[in-house]
C-alpha cells in the first residue's frame, strides 16, 4: 500500500505557483528522497501533506487517509523535522520533548534517552541557551520520539556538523529498518544519494522525473575525460553525450549510449590521456536545474 | 488537556502580578475614601467650579461620589483600564503564542485537532479570568466594608464586579481574534496598549459629546457604573450587544484558525 499518496496536488499562492499537478506514490518501508532547487515546491508539497496549508486542488492521502480531513488520526503516526527548529521560551530541552511527547498516547521516556544520548543532548538546558546545531538535534529528537510510521523531513541536515549528520543518518537507517517511511526533502544531491532509494526531482512546482537510485545511476552514464593534441571539433559530438565541454586540449562530457560505440570512436583519436569515471548525481542532475 | 495546562502555566506568573496590581489598586484606592469623605464640603465646592463635561468625562458623580461604592466605582475607571489590558494581552498573548514563538508547525503537526488548540487556550484565558475576577470582587468588597460602616446593595455591588468581568471577557476574546488573524507578531503589548488606550479614547469622545451611538464601540461604556448602583442590575440591551460581540469574535476565531494556510516563517 502506498503511505503517501497524490493526486494532481496544486497550490497557489494567490496568483504566484506553488505546485503544479504533483503525483507522487511513496511505498511502505521507503527512503524517498525529494529533490529541488529552493523554491521548487519540495516545502510547499510537504506543508499540504501536513496539512499546515489546503491545497488549491487534488488530492493527498497518507495512510489511505485523507491529509486534510483525518489529520489528527495521520498525526499521530507521522515524525517531522523542519528545516529551521523553533521552540517556546523559556523551557528545558526536557519539558519540551515531554510537552511533545504528551501529545501521543505512548511511553517516549525511553527512546528521549536513547537519542538524547546518541546525539549528545543535555536534556537539563534551557533551549534557549542552545546553539542552532543543538537546537536541530532537539527537533531530531522531538520528530523520532514517538517512533512514527512516517518521518517526514524537510532539509534537515543545516547546523549539524558532518558527525553529527551521519549519526543522524544511521538513525533514520535504523527507523527505517525498524519499517519507518521515510520523506526527505533536499537542494542537496550527495545526501539523497547517501540515503534514499528512490527519488522525485522537481522543478518550477512540477515534477520532471521520478526514478529508482539504482536506475538513475546506472543508466550507462559515463563521465568521459579525454586529453588530445588538438582541440576536438564539434563533429566529434553525438545525440548520446550531454554537458559537451572543450577546455583547449581537455574535452569532456556525459555518455549514456552504448559504450563499444564510445570506444570505436575514441580509438580513431590520438589520446594522449584519458579518464572514464562514473559522474555522481549532482552531473546528472544538471540539466534539471537549470532555468531553461 | 496538556494544552490547556501549557497555556495556564505559560500565563500564571504574568497574571498573578496582574491580579496583585488590580486588588493592591482596588484595596489601596478605597484606603483613601474617609479622607475624601471628610472633605466632602470642600471637594464639592472644588468640582462644581469644574465645567460640567470635564467631570463626566472623567467619570465623577458628585451625588454618587461620596458613597462608598460610589467612590469604588469611580476607582473601577483605573481598574477597568489595567483589567483590560490584562485581558487583551492574555488573549493575544495566549492565541498568538505559537504565531509569536513561530512554534505554529510544532503545534499543528501534532494529532490533534485545529479546533481542539484554540478550545484549550481559549478554557485557560477563561479560567485565569474567573480567577483574577473573584479574587478582585473579595478584594474590592474588603476594601470597601473597611472603610464604611453604611450599609450599601451587596447586589449592586456584584452588578458593578460583573460589569468588569464582561469586559475583560470582550477584551479577551478581541484578543484572541488578533492573535489567530494576524500573519505575523512580533510582540504583544505595543498592541494590545494601544488597542486599550484607543477605546480608552472612544470612551471620553462619548462622555464629550454625548452621541449614544458611540456607547456601542467603547466596550468601557456598556455599562454605566452609578445606573448599576442605583437600579442593582446591568442594561439587557448591553448585555446582549456584548454576548453578541463576543460570541461573534469567537465563532470567527475558530473558524479562521481552523481554515488558516500556516505559513512558513
Known sequence: ?292 | MNIFLFELKSNLKSNLIWILILCSVAYFFMLMYPAFYQNSADLIEVFNRYPKEVLVAFGFDIDQFFSAIGFYCFVLIYIELIASTQAIMLGLGTSGRELRLRTTEFIITKPVKRTSILMAKVLSILVILVGTNILLTLTSYLGISSVTLAPFSTQSFLMVCLSTFYLQLIFASLGVLLGVTFRRLRSIAPVSLGIVFGFFVVNMLKAIFDDPWIRYFSPFQFFDKYSIVLMGSLELEFVLWGIALLLGMVVFSFIYFDRKDIHAV
Not at chain 1, 267 to 288: A, C, G, K, V, W
Request: hydrophobic share 35%.
Open chain 1, 1 to 292: 500500500m502506498a503511505i503517501i499518496e497524490t493526486k494532481k496536488l496544486t497550490k497557489y499562492y494567490g496568483k504566484s505557483r506553488g505546485i503544479i499537478d504533483v503525483d507522487l506514490s511513496i511505498e511502505e518501508g521507503e527512503i524517498f528522497g525529494f529533490i529541488g532547487p529552493n523554491g521548487a515546491g519540495k516545502s510547499t508539497t510537504i506543508r499540504l501533506l501536513l496539512s499546515l496549508i489546503k491545497p488549491s486542488s487534488g488530492s493527498a492521502t497518507i495512510f489511505g487517509l485523507d491529509c486534510q480531513k483525518d489529520y489528527q488520526e495521520i498525526h499521530k503516526e507521522i515524525g517531522y523535522l523542519p528545516s529551521e527548529v523553533f521552540y517556546y521560551d523559556n523551557m528545558k530541552v526536557k519539558d519540551l520533548l515531554n510537552y511533545s511527547a504528551s501529545f501521543y498516547n505512548k511511553d517516549c521516556k525511553a527512546k528521549i534517552k536513547e537519542l538524547a544520548a546518541r546525539l549528545d543532548v543535555d536534556l537539563n538546558m534551557k533551549i534557549d541557551n542552545l546553539s542552532y546545531g543543538n537546537k536541530k538535534k532537539v527537533g531530531i529528537i522531538q520528530g523520532l520520539l514517538h517512533s512514527p510510521k512516517l518521518i517526514i523531513l524537510d532539509e534537515p541536515t543545516g547546523g549539524l556538523d558532518p558527525l553529527m549528520q551521519q549519526t543522524f543518518f544511521d538513525i533514520l537507517k535504523e527507523e527505517n529498518e525498524r519499517g519507518a517511511t521515510v520523506l526527505f526533502s533536499s537542494h542537496i544531491l550527495s545526501e539523497v544519494q547517501k540515503l534514499c532509494d528512490r527519488v522525485a526531482i522537481i522543478k518550477e512546482g512540477k515534477i520532471v522525473r521520478i526514478d529508482t537510485m539504482a536506475s538513475l545511476k546506472e543508466n550507462t552514464y559515463l563521465k568521459v575525460s579525454v586529453d588530445t593534441e588538438e582541440p576536438l571539433s564539434e563533429s566529434f559530438k553525438d545525440n548520446n553525450m550531454i554537458n559537451y565541454t572543450v577546455v583547449d586540449g581537455n574535452t569532456s562530457f556525459l555518455y549514456n549510449g552504448n559504450v563499444n560505440d564510445l570506444m570505436h570512436k575514441l580509438s580513431q583519436l590520438n589520446l594522449l590521456r584519458i579518464n572514464l569515471t562514473e559522474p555522481d548525481l549532482e552531473e546528472i542532475f544538471m540539466h534539471y536545474y537549470v532555468k531553461e
